[in-house]
């Protein structure tokens, strides 16, 4: 059986991997902080698809964090989805910046440690996949919930250049807005959003997949997020950058 290590595997997007993945066959190792919600999912994934869940509690802020799923990752694992992040509440002069360099460990550092600790393997047997979860957010200027977002975009596409043709897969999986526990837990209001720019969770996750499986390196889920992010390559980047900026203080 193929295993997957998922970070953020408890709620949202990452709970999402986990079903599919499950569904399919992979046995997993979930990781996220919090050990009984950890121990929770695996049981029901356990029980509803019959595959081996590994329980893997740790703090991506933390060195003792990053630590630990490096060495589950060195073991060997087949996907890798880099998906654990948060977001702020309020612009960058708010935003205390202890909770910025959190956001810089958990959205980009993990993800550089992550991906290093489980390559060796992946490359050895010349087969594996990373998804690094990023966010439409990395295509306009949103503080640095955006800035970190780049990071993983770029990040992702430079490494996939660096392996060429080894049969391991890097790709960045770019979402736009879906109903998960990320805005409350930022405190966000996000009750003006239209209903138009909320995509199903399972929409985000067949496309990822579906995308990784082609060998795509940047994957936009959605047709209108495809056209946001189109649109937004085409017009000057000082006039996207604003536009997406009163937008974006709506929902902070
Ligand atoms: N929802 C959206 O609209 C949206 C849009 C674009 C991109 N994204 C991206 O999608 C990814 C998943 O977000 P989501 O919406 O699914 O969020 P979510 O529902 O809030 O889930 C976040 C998950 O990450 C875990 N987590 C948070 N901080 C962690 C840390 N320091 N160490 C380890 N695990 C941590 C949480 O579990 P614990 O609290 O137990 O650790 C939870 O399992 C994020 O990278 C986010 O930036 C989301």
């Not at 509690?57 to 990053?66: E, K, N, P, V």
């Not at 049969?167 to 009750?191: I, K, N, Q, W, Y």
Request: net charge positive; aromatic share 6%.
């Amino acid at each position: 059986m193929p295993t997957a290590l998922i970070t953020g595997a408890t709620a949202g997007l990452g709970a999402a991997f986990a079903r599919r993945l499950a569904s399919d066959g992979f046995d997993l190792v979930l990781l996220a902080r919090d050990t009984a919600r950890l121990e929770r999912s695996a049981a029901e994934l356990r029980d509803r698809y019959g595959v081996d869940v590994e329980p893997l509690t740790a703090d991506l802020s933390t060195d003792a964090g990053l630590e630990a799923a490096e060495e589950r990752l060195r073991k060997g694992v087949d996907l890798l989805v880099n998906n654990a992040g948060f977001g702020q509440q309020g612009v960058y002069l708010n935003v205390p910046v202890a909770d910025e360099v959190r956001m810089l460990r958990v959205h980009c550092e993990a993800v550089l440690r992550l991906t290093s600790a489980a390559l060796p393997g992946m490359l050895e047997r010349r087969k594996g996949g990373i998804i690094n979860v990023a966010s439409v957010a990395a295509f306009f200027s949103r503080g640095t919930y955006g800035a970190s977002k780049a990071w993983v975009v770029s990040f992702s596409q430079a490494v996939m250049r660096d392996l060429g043709g080894r049969g391991v897969h890097v790709m960045a999986l770019c979402p736009g807005f879906v109903r998960t526990e990320f805005h409350e837990r930022a405190g966000m209001d996000v009750s003006g959003i239209p209903g138009l720019l909320w995509l199903d969770q399972n929409l985000v996750i067949d496309a990822g997949l579906r995308d990784l499986r082609r060998g795509v390196g940047v994957s936009v889920p959605g047709l209108q997020y495809k056209a946001i992010v189109g649109v937004g390559n085409l017009i000057p980047r000082g006039v996207a950058d604003r536009l997406s900026s009163r937008a974006g203080r709506r929902f902070d």
